[in-house]
């Protein structure tokens, strides 16, 4: 459904993707593994739309979206929850989540999709008119996922949702992923606790210095032996 | 004490009016990081076509609201597009002589197509007063006062029980994300901006029945409203508002306790003292205030 070949993007002059290229399946949660600065929320900014492809391409049920604005990505399907949340303090929980459904404002059951949301993550309707800032960090990355989920995407596409939380609250997490994963959506998850999302994961691919090296089931890159080399330390 | 209360009235009526103007500004600033000092230009330009139309038309000023309004969107629309947004993405410095820049070019302007005489507009209410404890009040004044207040609880309301309010906090708090969920930001920078030379270009319609309009009119109010904004607070409305009602109180006060030479240099004194001991503003979270260089 969604095919990424041979992006490559720049920050100004400096270089931070190569050679970037991945396909996700319809549905099933896909990990996106690599180092620190190994180009991983860069990729998912190409793929977003919000930085732009120096080369490569950007497909979508066929359709090449290279070129595509971000709004227009989110108003297809394609959703990216932002590494460190990124929630709008100053709003409310529901004021936020309402925001992730702004592109999907005139089918006009936007109180629907909310209950929706409150219903698979009840803790955001006890904190509804809560300002985001003020809630805890397991809150905010519920209300995170959450806001992306209101525009119904097809690829939701979630950046260090771990980082920063605590372990229960993380198995809670990769667990309600999986759970979207198996109602349709296609779910990217980009991780340095390459363990933890290996084991949600059905499929991975590996990214090293803006170049993507591995890509196979979660079974196969956990048995790739110059993968267990550099990021599984044995 | 008669004369203070009498001041203090005068004072606060002409407040809502700086009110209104700087919520305007705010509106600009917060949503589009841009200060424009040419936001009294566009109380100035409202001024003129109040005039013009009442010159011309005979039309009563408040009448003319229901063309200046809507022509005054859409100049800020306009002034987005061509100026605005090609400025958007540059350093604080350009902004300030880009928008410094449109100010005089709009000066001037007014000086070749109207003269450098004042504009006044006489109404049959234009002297009219009445009386209210002792105390004397100008019926324009007040009109332009309840008018002011009811338009920044309007757009109070707007920002904070509707959607396009929320787009527009979200968009003031964190613009690329609000590019990242799928917000057609560009276009609330439209709105944002619309808004803003609208609230100015109503303001200064307001003011026509007791002030005359003249070319230099506006520079006054760009400087009371950027004032009203930094001690309010970059970004906070409701420090507008304040702010607005406070500075319009002491520069009467100033006026009348200790010379009219000097009301400037009170409210810049006032303005300066602020900037060091309180560079967020009262209201304010700080946010912004780098942008213009105050900290
Ligand atoms: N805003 C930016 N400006 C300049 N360079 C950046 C920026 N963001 C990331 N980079 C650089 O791009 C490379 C890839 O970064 P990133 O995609 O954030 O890596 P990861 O998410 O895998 O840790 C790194 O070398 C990083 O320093
Ligand atoms: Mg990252």
């Known amino acids: 459904m969604l095919k990424v070949e041979g ?10 993707l190569e050679n970037v290229s991945f396909e996700l399946p319809d549905n099933g949660v896909t990990a996106l593994l690599g180092a620190n600065a190994a180009g991983k929320t860069t990729t998912l900014r190409v793929v977003s739309g919000v930085l732009p492809a120096r080369r490569g ?17 989110v108003r297809l399907g394609i959703v990216h929850v932002p590494e460190g949340r990124r929630l709008f303090g100053t709003l409310s929980v529901e004021e936020n989540l309402l925001l992730g459904g702004y592109s999907k404002r005139k089918d006009g059951n936007s109180k629907e999709r909310l209950d929706r949301i409150y219903s698979m993550l009840p803790k955001l309707a006890e904190r509804r008119t809560q300002l985001a800032g003020t809630l805890s960090g397991g809150e905010q990355q519920m209300c995170a996922v959450g806001r992306g989920l209101m525009s119904e995407p097809t690829v939701l596409m979630i950046d260090e949702m771990s980082l920063g939380l605590a372990p229960v609250i993380v198995s809670q997490m990769f667990s309600f992923v999986k759970e979207i994963a198996a109602r349709g959506v296609s779910v990217l998850l980009v991780e340095q606790q390459v363990q933890h999302a290996l084991q949600a994961a059905d499929r991975a691919t590996i990214i090293d210095r803006g170049v993507t090296t591995h890509s196979g089931t979660s079974e196969e890159i956990r048995n790739d032996p110059k993968v267990r080399e550099a990021y599984l330390g044995v | 004490m008669e004369i203070l209360i009498q001041t203090l009235v005068a004072g606060v009526l002409l407040g809502g009016v700086y009110a209104l103007v700087s919520v305007g500004l705010n509106l600009l600033f917060g949503v589009v990081r841009v200060i424009n000092f040419a936001h009294g230009e566009f109380v100035m330009i409202g001024m003129y076509i109040a005039f013009w139309l009442w010159a011309g038309l005979g039309l009563d000023p408040y009448v003319s609201l229901l063309i200046v309004a809507p022509a005054m969107f859409l100049l800020g629309v306009i002034f987005q597009r061509g100026i605005i947004q090609p400025i958007q993405g540059t350093s604080a410095n350009m902004k300030i002589f880009v928008t410094v820049g449109i100010s005089i070019i709009l000066q001037n302007l007014a000086l070749f197509l109207w003269g450098g005489q004042h504009r006044t507009v006489s109404t049959s209410y234009s002297t009219s007063v009445f009386n209210l404890g002792g105390v004397t009040i100008s019926v324009g004044r007040l009109i332009a006062f309840i008018g002011a207040l009811v338009l920044v ?8 029980r509707t959607m396009t309010g929320t787009v527009l906090r979200a968009i003031a708090e964190d613009g690329p994300t609000a590019v990242l969920v799928g ?5 609330f920078y439209f709105v944002a901006t619309g808004i803003s030379v609208m609230l100015a270009g109503v303001a200064g319609v307001m003011l026509t029945p007791f002030t005359s309009a003249s070319p230099m009119f506006g520079f006054h109010m760009t400087l009371i409203a950027f004032i009203v904004v930094v001690i309010g607070g970059m970004g906070s409305m409701v420090g507008s508002l304040v702010g607005g009602v406070l500075l319009g109180a002491i520069e009467t006060l100033a006026g009348t306790y200790i010379s009219p030479a000097l009301q400037q240099a009170v409210l810049f004194a006032i303005f300066i003292i602020v900037v060091l001991v309180r560079p ?14 105050l900290k």
Do not use: D, H, W
Request: proline residues 4%; glycine residues 12%; without cysteine.
């Open chain 1, 7 to 16: 992006l490559a993007a720049f920050y100004g002059e400096s270089q931070a």
């Open chain 2, 183 to 187: 917000i057609p930001v560009k276009k």
């Open chain 1, 57 to 73: 391409t950007v497909t979508f049920n066929g359709v090449n979206i290279t070129k595509a604005t971000p709004e227009e990505r």
């Open chain 2, 153 to 160: 609880a309007a757009l109070f309301y707007i920002m904070n």
């Open chain 2, 280 to 293: 967020q503003g009262l209201f304010g979270k700080g946010a912004g205030t780098e942008e213009v260089g």
